[in-house]
């Protein structure tokens, strides 16, 4: 019997991927450049280096379909490469920027993390909490697991969380970085 809860229960070769991103090249046409003053983001030895350049959080997403009523898992690989400690950054998903609504599994650089969907206001799921599980300055996984009708959120491989499953508002599955703070992404 497979245990969801267990982050290595589902090997590798029994999975199938939807999207694997491990920035190598631009093959799904990321928002590569700069805005003078705003954002930046760029490839960098198989990263991604993103950056706010002002007093608001930057994001960038892919549409990326996923049939809800199959298991599934979305991971994220993210370094805090410098910025304002307080501020989150992280996973976006179930993400529709028509309605701005989406789900976040963020952390930031005081060793903390948040579980939230945001629908014009944030509800918590897992308000600002505190953990040993956070890597300052070096990279963090984040993975949310759907299995059956349950959500199961990992932090560096470890169960932080878990909650009934809520459906997606759209299909956008990407990343946030914090005001005035740059993180670099290693796959998603």
């Known amino acids: 019997m497979t245990i969801p809860e267990v982050y290595n229960a589902y090997p590798i070769d029994k999975r199938v991927a939807l999207f694997t991103e491990e920035f190598t090249d631009n093959k799904?046409?990321?928002y590569l450049?700069?805005?003078e003053n705003v954002w930046f983001q760029n490839l960098q030895d198989g990263t991604l280096f993103f950056q706010s350049l002002e007093n608001v959080p930057k994001e960038d997403y892919k549409e990326v379909f996923i049939d809800q009523s199959r298991d599934f898992e979305i991971e994220l690989k993210i370094r805090l490469d410098k910025g304002i400690?307080?501020?989150?950054?992280?996973?976006?998903?179930?993400?529709?920027?028509?309605?701005?609504?989406q789900y976040d599994f963020f952390f930031n650089g005081q060793g903390q993390y948040t579980i939230d969907k945001f629908t014009g206001t944030f509800t918590d799921f897992v308000p600002v909490t505190p953990t040993k599980l956070i890597n300052n300055y070096t990279y963090n996984t984040l993975t949310v697991r759907k299995v059956g009708a349950k959500y199961y959120f990992f932090l560096n491989q470890q169960l932080v969380y878990s909650?009934?499953?809520?459906p997606f508002f759209g299909n956008g599955i990407g990343?946030?970085?914090?005001?005035?703070?740059?993180?670099?992404?290693?796959?998603?």
């Open 175 to 188: 990343f946030q970085v914090a005001d005035k703070s740059s993180v670099q992404i290693d796959y998603l």
């Open 163 to 166: 909650m009934p499953f809520e």
């Open 28 to 30: 799904n046409s990321w």
């Open 33 to 35: 450049g700069i805005k």
């Open 85 to 101: 400690q307080n501020k989150f950054n992280g996973l976006q998903w179930g993400k529709s920027s028509a309605e701005g609504k």
